[in-house]
């Protein structure tokens, strides 16, 4: 491909060396050090796999490090563990038993601290909870919290007795919540009384009872009193968290778990039908995360780490509960809305614990650009000194902005890809040892081995659109669709057989980076030309009264397809037509006139996943039919849609 022909995202990205005082703090430091890793991990990945493994506790040594191929793989065949004991009982038994685990905070100002040896205790009980109700190893747990310390408890102590559990996000629906329990076939809830957005109090409980009518699998509900408001309890059925936990004994042994059994069920939203329960197996999955959170952020003892996600995102059980913990991290949870009760919230509680390195999405770090700098500059944000990112695309405006900003232009910013099906980041830089680029996704992580190809499986080359694939196994990788085997096949292996075809399309540079431009969907054929709505996006964002936006394809009778633009403006900017004129011909001026919107619409929200990630797929469904027709379970905020459709009633199209 011609340089000019590259997109412009690409042709203007800048190498930025990683900072010459983070390099000695990096697990591999230099690039040449990460060239030679890599290859070896690639060459002899069982040789890497059983090296990372090895730093875990096994209750039995495993046979084999690893078998078969897609769709039919395992790693470390005959091996058991446990995930609870590597996340818990090893740091609370050893040096770190009082050091904190979590420093906890509530929406209200409410704080708690944890400590390995006080999370220890509490799993343990109640782990013994719940085998009182005869919870046992393959059951599954539907747990409807939001980030509490209790939800990790929960969550640590199903792990301890073999049990599967399935986190449904807190601002979920009823009938999403039901959707869930009914297709998991759950044999227990656990919730808290309320949860807390925006001072807002959310009715779990009431939701869970709504949920359950007509349930007869789930025979035990137990609630945790995040208020002290009174909830509806059914005899026989409903159990107060803290009277049980009284009552239950403080000591309970782990399960010994065979490295690829499942450990752990989440949902994603299908684009039709009902969602796809992912199953992850629990060594794979520890072992895979494990992996990730050392490497990909470098975590120390003496790190003070805050991931912003909700624990109803997989981020948040890759990179805290599970990744984290397992490298005996000081983490920060929080459990409301970043921006709440004032903007520089996030500022405040970096500057309260000291937080070096901080995980968020996208979303969140576009929230803190439309801020502005001089909220930044109110807070001691000197403590920072890398920054992650994943969830979608983050912009190279937004990682400018970051980097200047946020990270005095000498911290690592760590722009990562991942899926829900990966349980990690196969893309993501390698902070002490690789240039990093402003938007790029990084390289290949260890032991992985990407590529990108066309649509008949041959690699493309560099600097060229093509599919995204993953050509070999790895430890994290989904093993199943939760009762439906041949859907997980047919989604993820038929598509190209061969590989894991992830639906993503891509370019891979000349220095090895991969540039993530969005689900295959989201790449739009315009009269022959193939225009990434990552890079249309980029140039909206680049406009200083833009503070976010999403493109979809529009079917054209002629052209077969034109990009239509959503935007999000700045605040107290003025909108209107000629601002929609102006948007519309600054993306032809920065990419092309190919690339000139057929529309832009300027609206006041987006329909958002619970991680903040834009679901493009309602944008498009708006513009042709009207309306949402899918699967809607996945949105945060349910009214999000009927105010798109407010914003844009009498429009063109509408």
């Avoid at 493009?616 to 699967?631: A, F, H, W």
Wanted: charged fraction near 25%.
């Amino acid at each position: 491909m011609l340089d000019q022909d590259r997109p412009k995202m690409i042709q203007d990205s800048r190498k930025i060396a990683p900072p010459a005082a983070y390099v000695p703090k990096s697990y591999v430091q230099g690039e040449e050090a990460y060239r030679t890793l890599y290859r070896e991990s690639v060459e002899y990945p069982e040789s890497f796999w059983a090296a990372v493994a090895s730093e875990l506790t096994w209750i039995k040594p495993w046979e084999t490090v690893m078998e078969g191929n897609f769709p039919d793989f395992a790693f470390f065949r005959g091996g058991y563990l446990n995930v609870s004991e590597n996340c818990v009982d090893r740091h609370a038994l050893s040096f770190r038993r009082n050091k904190v685990a979590i420093f906890w905070e509530g929406e209200n100002g409410e704080r708690r601290i944890i400590t390995y040896l006080r999370l220890h205790e509490k799993v343990q009980k109640f782990a013994n909870v719940l085998k009182r109700f005869g919870i046992q190893k393959g059951d599954v747990v539907s747990v409807y919290m939001q980030n509490l310390p209790e939800t990790f408890v929960a969550l640590l102590a199903i792990l301890r007795i073999g049990a599967i559990y399935n986190t449904v996000f807190a601002g979920f629906s009823p009938e999403a919540l039901r959707e869930r329990v009914v297709d998991s076939k759950a044999k227990m809830v656990i919730c808290a009384n309320r949860s807390y957005r925006r001072g807002r109090p959310i009715p779990l409980k009431e939701n869970v009872d709504r949920a359950l009518e007509g349930v007869d699998t789930v025979k035990t509900v137990i609630v945790y009193r995040r208020s002290d408001e009174e909830v509806p309890m059914s005899p026989g059925r409903d159990y107060d968290w803290d009277e049980l936990m009284a009552e239950a004994e403080p000591i309970c042994p782990v399960e010994p778990m065979e490295a690829n059994e499942p450990g752990l069920l989440i949902y994603t939203s299908g684009t039709s039908g009902k969602p796809k329960g992912i199953v992850h197996a629990g060594g794979g999955f520890l072992v895979g995360t494990y992996a990730y959170t050392k490497y990909q952020l470098d975590l120390r003892d003496e790190d003070v780490y805050w991931n912003t996600a909700d624990i109803g995102w997989l981020t948040s059980h890759i990179f805290v509960l599970i990744g984290g913990l397992a490298l005996g991290v000081t983490t920060v949870l929080y459990e409301g809305a970043l921006d709440y009760p004032h903007p520089g919230r996030l500022y405040e509680m970096v500057e309260r614990y000291r937080v070096n390195k901080l995980f968020s999405a996208p979303t969140a770090y576009r929230m803190l650009v439309k801020n502005g700098e001089e909220l930044a500059r109110r807070y001691r944000l000197s403590t920072l000194e890398l920054f992650a990112s994943v969830g979608e695309p983050l912009n190279p405006e937004a990682w400018e902005w970051v980097y200047r900003v946020l990270g005095g232009g000498r911290a690592v910013i760590n722009n990562t890809w991942g899926q829900t099906e990966t349980g990690g980041t196969p893309l993501a830089g390698a902070p002490g040892a690789v240039e990093m680029k402003p938007g790029s996704c990084g390289v290949p992580f260890y032991g992985h081995t990407l590529d990108v190809v066309d649509g008949d499986g041959n690699p493309v080359p560099d600097g060229t659109p093509g599919f995204l694939v993953i050509r070999k196994p790895f430890p994290s990788l989904a093993r199943d669709i939760f009762g439906n085997r041949q859907r997980y096949v047919d989604t993820y292996f038929n598509v190209m057989p061969g590989v894991y075809f992830t639906g993503d399309s891509a370019i891979r540079d000349e220095d090895g980076h991969f540039w993530v431009l969005g689900r295959v969907d989201d790449v739009i054929n315009v009269s022959g030309h193939r225009i990434s709505t990552m890079e249309m996006e980029s140039a909206l964002i680049a406009h200083p009264k833009v503070v976010e936006a999403a493109v979809v394809g529009r079917p054209d009778p002629v052209k077969g397809a034109v990009p239509v633009a959503f935007v999000i403006l700045e605040a107290g900017a003025e909108r209107g037509p000629d601002l929609e004129q102006e948007l519309e011909q600054w993306v032809a001026d920065e990419i092309g006139s190919f690339a000139r919107p057929a529309q832009v619409y300027i609206v006041e929200t987006m329909p958002r996943t619970r991680s903040g990630k834009i679901i493009r797929r309602m944008l498009r469904e708006l513009i042709q039919e009207g309306k949402v027709q899918g699967d809607t379970t996945g949105l945060e905020d349910f009214d999000a849609v009927e105010r798109i459709l407010e914003n844009l009633r009498g429009r063109t199209g509408f």
